[in-house]
């Protein structure tokens, strides 16, 4: 069995709950607590690499399990659309 190093973001909802965000593969779901919106993710990828068949998940495993990851927050100025 192989292993793949891969990100997982967690967002707190203002009406509760969490969106949590797979960024390499593209991924987005969300749940009640954390240990709810993990499972919903780890169903999200399973999928996508049974299903997507145009993927081979060796070349994931070599290129994401590389090095560390770096991740940042960006502060970005907008004005609202009212």
């Given at each position: 069995m192989s292993k793949i190093n891969l990100t997982t973001i967690f967002y707190p909802q203002l009406e509760g709950g969490y969106t949590v965000v797979c960024p390499e593969l593209g991924l987005t779901s969300q749940g009640e607590d954390m240990g709810e919106a993990t499972q919903m993710i780890k169903d999200l990828i399973d999928d996508y690499f049974k299903n997507d068949?145009?993927?081979?998940?060796?070349?994931?495993?070599?290129?994401?399990?590389?090095?560390?990851?770096?991740?940042?927050?960006?502060?970005?100025?907008?004005?609202?659309?009212?």
């Open positions: 068949k145009t993927v081979d998940f060796n070349d994931y495993v070599e290129g994401f399990n590389a090095g560390h990851k770096i991740i940042t927050d960006l502060d970005y100025e907008y004005t609202r659309a009212d």
